[in-house]
């Protein structure tokens, strides 16, 4: 199996488990209806585990764009590789996406919510504000990297990390989730947004492509922001790039204060 294989299998199977439980938690008739958002956490968790266990010896399975370009960053991936990992991340969430409307085949006629269908595939703020939307994936990728940074400068167990890693993801969830969803990965949102806009989904409403950007520019910049604080932090090594995100993340957080106090 290639290396580029190996993300679109691993992210593939990210959707079909990670979008497999919203689709439960949401659509009509689901034994799991209404299970909530602890399920959902958890579930994204063991989904990122499980995608790792199946394909962190082949590709290393980063599974995440923002991942990707963080890593190569810092000097961690090669950047040759960058662009074929980006499309085979997207291309797999989008068959992910696709796999999970025929799992559920019966369940979108019975759902007359719109925006439950869409969430089974994309993320949505639960205030709409992007700038403060753009802050929140900004924040979540950021801890994101950061936290596999500091999981990989450990020794564990053999075969422990992807269960510490699932365990990153459930408290990000738990923690900065409630605000956006959680994107914190440009192609676990786009690749099945698109499979949304797609396919022929029984009564589905619009895409929201207004909001798209968010969740692939937010969690590029927290990523490759995370990436380089570390490398700042624990290697005590200031680059122009840190400067350059850092400057990026306060233009955002100043954006998104002024935007807020615009409303009150």
Not at 11 to 35: D, F, P, R, W
Not at 112 to 132: E, G, H, M, Q, Y
Not at 191 to 206: D, V
Request: charge should be positive; charged fraction near 10%.
């Amino acid at each position: 199996m290639s290396v580029y294989l190996g993300e679109l299998v691993g992210t593939m199977l990210l959707i079909i488990l990670g979008g497999g439980v919203v689709g439960g938690v949401v659509l009509k008739g689901s034994k799991a209806e209404n299970s909530g958002w602890i399920v959902i956490c958890i579930a994204w968790g063991l989904s990122v585990a499980f995608a790792v266990y199946a394909v962190g010896h082949v590709s290393g399975a980063h599974i995440n764009p923002a991942v990707t370009l963080a890593l190569a960053s810092v000097g961690e991936f090669s950047w040759n590789l960058v662009p074929g990992y980006i499309l085979a991340q997207v291309t797999g969430a989008a068959a992910g996406g696709a796999i999970v409307w025929i799992h559920y085949l019966p369940h979108w006629k019975n759902t007359d919510d719109k925006a439950a269908k869409l969430a089974v595939f994309c993320t949505a703020p639960a205030i709409r504000s992007n700038s403060a939307n753009f802050v929140s994936e900004m924040i979540g990728t950021m801890i994101l990297t950061l936290g596999l940074l500091f999981i990989g400068a450990n020794k564990f167990t053999e075969g422990l990390n992807p269960l510490v890693v699932g365990g990153l993801i459930m408290v990000i969830g738990f923690g900065l989730g409630g605000t956006t969803g959680f994107a914190i990965n440009p192609a676990r949102d786009f690749g099945p947004r698109l499979a949304h806009f797609l396919l022929p989904i029984n009564g589905k409403g619009h895409s929201d492509w207004s909001y798209s950007w968010i969740p692939v520019a937010g969690p590029m910049v927290g990523g490759v922001l995370g990436a380089q604080l570390y490398v700042a932090l624990f290697q005590g090594t200031i680059t122009t790039t840190f400067l350059i995100m850092v400057a990026v993340a306060v233009i955002s957080i100043v954006l998104a204060i002024v935007n807020e106090k615009k409303k009150l």
